[in-house]
């Protein structure tokens, strides 16, 4: 796993952008750092490993030329009023290998299956048959949960995958949609991840009610679970879903995540069920 830290630095007298350096500061940093690209305004995006000599040099560089520093969140965003500090974006890069040797991964959809979706009070999925895509199993634009078909569901049910379990959407319209749509999920949910986490207040949130994110720069997330108490909640499981609702907004837009096994990730590729994996951590 390669952790990388993305910096977006801009040159001129920019108001809105961060960091932003004086024009002779900024022809500096190109000069130290020509191998990557400039794009228009002017800025330079630079792409280096988190925490290794490089990435310190560009920090360091930008507090001498600007008196800014990084902030070292994805979540909450850095308002745009904020002026000292800017803000690092944090990409998980994983190889094929440890893809294919994590026991358990994190899965999201890849394609799209309704354009909205609500999440009731009740927590069951609402959408519009206008809205629903011909994809056997993909998400929604504004929640990233996984739905799918019911041909899907009786197919992955005939699995007999363990811990699986599907509850119904409600699909709005003056006729029924051509199949009944499911939203993917597990009979019982994981135990609290061992991550530090972050509300969009800044603040450590109350797991199972709101909207949260890592404590930490980067996407994916790197999930963390204590192996005992899986074991002791789940056993072997092929599906379940965190306890935590992820992401910022209402609640209707706060989901679990949806944590699959191994024989799991392997169905749904040899069917072309495309989903993007990132493996988690059992401790």
């Known amino acids: 796993m390669k952790e990388i830290a993305k910096f977006n630095i801009w040159g001129g007298h920019s108001s809105f952008f961060r960091p932003t350096l004086k024009e002779e500061a900024f022809e500096e940093c190109v000069k130290r750092w020509p191998k990557f690209p400039q794009g228009g305004g002017p800025n330079l995006k630079i792409e280096v490993e988190y925490d290794s000599p490089i990435f310190h040099e560009i920090v360091q560089f930008i507090r001498e030329s600007s008196g800014q520093e990084p902030y070292l969140k994805r979540f909450p965003s850095l308002p745009r009023e ?6 690092i974006r944090g990409e998980r890069k994983f190889t094929k290998s ?7 991964l994190l899965a999201f959809p890849v394609n799209y299956i309704s354009k909205y979706t609500a999440r009731l009070p009740n927590g069951q999925i609402q959408l ?10 993909g998400k929604s634009m504004t929640i990233g949960t996984c739905l799918c078909t019911d041909t899907v569901k009786n197919e992955m049910e005939a699995e007999g995958f363990k811990n699986l379990s599907f509850t119904e ?4 319209g003056k006729l029924p949609p051509k199949e009944p749509l499911w939203e993917i999920g597990g009979e019982q949910a994981l135990p609290k991840v061992l991550n530090p986490l972050v509300n969009e207040e800044g603040k450590t949130p109350d797991h199972s009610v709101n909207g949260c994110w890592v404590d930490d720069i980067f996407f994916p ?12 909640r789940l056993g072997e499981f092929d599906v379940a879903s965190t306890s935590e609702r992820w ?3 209402t609640f209707e837009k706060r989901s679990p995540f949806l944590i699959c096994s191994q024989r799991f990730r392997q169905w749904c590729t040899s069917r072309k069920y495309k989903m993007n994996y990132f493996p988690v951590s059992l401790k």
Not at 169 to 172: E, I, S, W
């Open 128 to 137: 519009a048959r206008r809205d629903i895509k011909s994809k056997p199993l």
């Open 169 to 172: 959407v409600d699909v709005k």
């Open 247 to 249: 992401c910022s907004g």
């Open 98 to 104: 440890e893809l294919d040797e994590a026991t358990h």
């Open 221 to 232: 997330p790197l999930l963390e679970f204590n192996e005992s108490e899986v074991v002791a």
């Open 82 to 87: 904020e002026k000292d500090q800017y803000q």
